[in-house]
């Protein structure tokens, strides 16, 4: 059966990085697109972006560009958020979602709380 | 982009009663348009796609329609745990403002 599995909740101080993992299991990683979403607290569902898991061409949405990259470990089928410098608006719940063979996100991740405090 | 415009941003009906929600593309997307309830606490989960094609397990009191630029999720007879958040969603561009749906 199809899984995405995330990493754990993150707790960090403005200016520092985070990297959060998205790992598939019961398909073939490289035929599905993956995308990220962010769920500020209280808030609603924010698109980020998603990444081509064929190629590794990751496509951000406005907002963002430049602090967010999109990545991947085709090997262990593992896609990746990184946020650079973090604020403390970017305390949210991330989730990555498969991009289904229907157009929609059939599939999603626990969802990943990353806290920035200092 | 394309942008979705969702209404209402929150509605309050009573046990039983028919609830609609809507959703506008900013451009033409076919039948390219899911629905998501996203419960408390939970992750979101997918409800319909292809527009009007029921998720696998989803009651069939909800139902979707629509094509282009105009599309509606509608629960025929509102039940107790369908109190939840409602976001449409198309390929590649930002989700609905979503639905807040509560029990009168």
């Known amino acids: 059966q199809v899984q995405l599995v995330q990493s754990g909740s993150e707790l960090k101080k403005p200016g520092a990085s985070v990297k959060v993992s998205c790992k598939a299991s019961g398909y073939n990683f490289r035929i599905y697109a993956m995308n990220w979403v962010r769920q500020a607290p209280g808030q609603g569902l924010e698109w980020m972006g998603w990444i081509n898991t064929n190629n590794g061409n990751p496509t951000y949405a406005q907002g963002f560009t430049g602090r967010f990259v999109f990545s991947l470990d085709t090997s262990v089928s593992t896609a990746y958020l990184q946020i650079s410098s973090l604020k403390a608006e970017d305390t949210a719940v991330y989730y990555c979602?498969?991009?289904?063979?229907?157009?929609?996100?059939?599939?999603w991740g626990q969802g990943t709380l990353v806290t920035v405090s200092s | 982009d394309i942008q979705m415009t969702q209404s209402p941003s929150s509605l309050s009906a009573s046990v039983g009663d028919r609830v609609t929600i809507t959703c506008r593309a900013s451009?033409?997307?076919?039948?390219?348009l899911a629905w998501y309830q996203q419960k408390p606490g939970k992750v979101p989960n997918l409800l319909i796609y292809a527009a009007s094609t029921l998720q696998s397990g989803v009651p069939s009191r909800f139902s979707g329609s629509g094509s282009g630029t105009d599309f509606t999720l509608t629960i025929s007879s509102l039940q107790p745990e369908d109190v939840a958040t409602y976001y449409c969603h198309t390929y590649n561009s930002p989700f609905g403002q979503g639905t807040k749906v509560e029990i009168k």
């Open positions: 451009q033409g997307i076919r039948n390219h």
């Open positions: 979602a498969r991009l289904g063979p229907r157009y929609d996100l059939d599939y």
